[in-house]
């Protein structure tokens, strides 16, 4: 049974550049939550996808964009990126949308450094 | 906003000690959940409790949630150097969805 796949594992961006992130789901899941994880924090929440639309956003600016593809994959993508953006960025899936207490299955993230 | 604290933030043991790591919040949570994450890895559940006062052991861990469920403890008997990781409490949105909360995280590291 396959995990929670991401790629890329590590990458080097410059100031202003862009970025794509990307998430294959856990056999059987079908939303896809992202989070980012900056060194010495815990994880947070910048948005999920269910049925190719995004569902929720945490407090995120509008240069992080996602997508969800009818495999339910999904892509993060980061444009003019800030140094501040440097994390491990978290993807999570789940099954099925709405209130959820269960749990997380998390990638092995997706180590982003900005220069 | 639900906010989740963690507290010690670092905490270096000898193979064999005992240890209690603690997470708090001034908000009520449906739930807390706690996840261990290790270098390079991504975040691994542990447990789930839901009931105020539960307590729930796996194998050497033990979880307690707060009569209000604003808290919880892990405790850790006879630690060993595989316990090292990053211990992550988490609670469920109080809305309708799943932005989990996460707290900041203990950093274990067990000493053989």
């Known amino acids: 049974d396959a995990g929670v796949t991401q790629s890329p594992t590590h990458l080097i961006k410059t100031r202003g550049q862009q970025v794509t992130l990307r998430c294959s789901p856990k056999?059987?899941?079908?939303?896809v939550s992202w989070y980012q994880q900056a060194l010495g924090q815990g994880p947070q929440f910048i948005f999920q996808?269910?049925?190719?639309?995004?569902?929720q956003r945490g407090n995120f600016p509008d240069r992080f964009s996602g997508h969800q593809f009818p495999n339910y994959s999904s892509e993060l993508n980061v444009n003019a990126l800030l140094l501040g953006d440097s994390a491990l960025y978290l993807c999570?899936?789940?099954?099925?949308?709405?209130?959820?207490?269960?749990?997380?299955?998390f990638g092995e993230g997706s180590r982003l450094t900005v220069l | 906003t639900q906010l989740l604290e963690q507290s010690p933030q670092f905490l270096s043991i000898q193979e064999g000690e005992n240890l209690t790591v603690y997470c708090n919040s001034s908000?009520?949570?449906?739930?807390l959940q706690w996840y261990r994450q290790e270098p390079g890895e991504g975040p691994v559940l542990l447990v789930t409790?839901?009931?105020?006062?539960e307590v729930k052991k796996l194998k050497r861990l033990t979880f307690q949630f707060g009569d209000a469920r604003k808290d919880s403890s892990l405790h850790i008997t006879a630690a060993q150097p595989g316990d090292t990781g990053l211990y992550l409490c988490?609670?469920?949105?109080?809305?309708?969805?799943?932005?989990?909360?996460f707290g900041p995280g203990t950093r274990l590291s067990v000493l053989p």
């Open positions: 996808y269910y049925e190719e639309e995004e569902r």
């Open positions: 056999s059987g899941h079908d939303t």
């Open positions: 908000s009520v949570f449906s739930s």
């Open positions: 988490a609670g469920p949105p109080d809305n309708y969805g799943q932005n989990f909360v």
């Open positions: 999570a899936s789940t099954m099925g949308q709405g209130a959820y207490t269960g749990e997380l299955f």
């Open positions: 409790v839901v009931t105020g006062g």
